[in-house]
């Protein structure tokens, strides 16, 4: 069955960078079609959608944050990297990855999440 | 990029009732990209519809999508407990740009 699951470290200070992999299982990031994603939802608030990454290493990142964020994959260890600069309090979030799929174009397997908090 | 607002903010509804949420897009979405999902308290979300009306796999039928253009609608035809969450919109744009809607409460008195 497909899962997702995030790890990286609770606690940034601010100007830090964070990284965080979503190591997966359950299908191939090789395959046509088959993307993974980072999502990330701050206390109390809505969803907010911050990269892609497709089968052929395209990428694609939220206008807002765009400077800030990397993404990459190792297609081997099925693991996506998510790389955020200059990290600040209101970076602080729950952050999920997700596998979103082509062409329904939906997130439909999800991570449980793990919280970032960004304070000095 | 596209804008989704979603109505109402809170859906306060007894069990059994029927429930009519509402996403509107700034610009006009394609169909067969605008998502629906749920989401309970310290959980991930969860896919309920894609492409507006195809409910995803183990969703109940009381899950009904419709809508096209920028007004779309997520019905919950008779609730039940279980469905007290957030409900979120979301849609696939060019680029690709993904962008969420605001959501909505539901709260299952």
């Known amino acids: 069955q497909v899962t997702l699951r995030e790890s990286g470290p609770a606690l940034v200070k601010p100007t830090q960078t964070l990284t965080l992999t979503c190591t997966f299982s359950?299908?191939?990031?090789?395959?046509?079609?088959?993307?993974v994603s980072w999502i990330r939802q701050a206390p109390g608030k809505a969803l907010e959608w911050l990269a892609l990454?497709?089968?052929?290493?395209?990428?694609y990142f939220s206008t807002s944050l765009k400077t800030r964020l990397s993404i990459s994959k190792d297609t081997f260890k099925n693991q996506v990297v998510l790389t955020m600069t200059n990290m600040d309090p209101v970076d602080t979030a729950t952050y999920f990855c997700?596998?979103?799929?082509?062409?329904?174009?939906?997130?439909?397997?999800w991570g449980q999440g793990t919280m970032v908090t960004v304070s000095a | 990029e596209i804008v989704l607002t979603q109505s109402p903010g809170t859906l306060s509804l007894s069990p059994g009732k029927r429930a009519t949420l509402s996403c509107r897009a700034s610009q006009s979405v394609s169909s067969s990209y605008l998502m629906w999902y749920q989401q309970k308290p310290g959980q991930a979300p969860r896919l309920l519809i894609y492409?507006?009306?195809s409910r995803a796999t183990g969703i109940p039928d009381r899950f009904s999508g419709s809508g096209s253009g920028t007004d779309f609608t997520l019905t919950i035809s008779r609730l039940e407990p279980e469905d007290s969450a957030l409900y979120y919109c979301?849609?696939?744009?060019?680029?690709?740009?993904?962008?969420f809607g605001p959501g909505t409460k539901v709260d299952i008195k």
């Open positions: 492409a507006a009306s």
């Open positions: 997700a596998r979103f799929t082509m062409p329904r174009c939906a997130f439909d397997f």
């Open positions: 990454i497709d089968w052929d290493d395209d990428k």
């Open positions: 359950g299908f191939a990031l090789s395959t046509s079609g088959m993307c």
């Open positions: 979301q849609q696939f744009g060019t680029s690709p740009r993904i962008t």
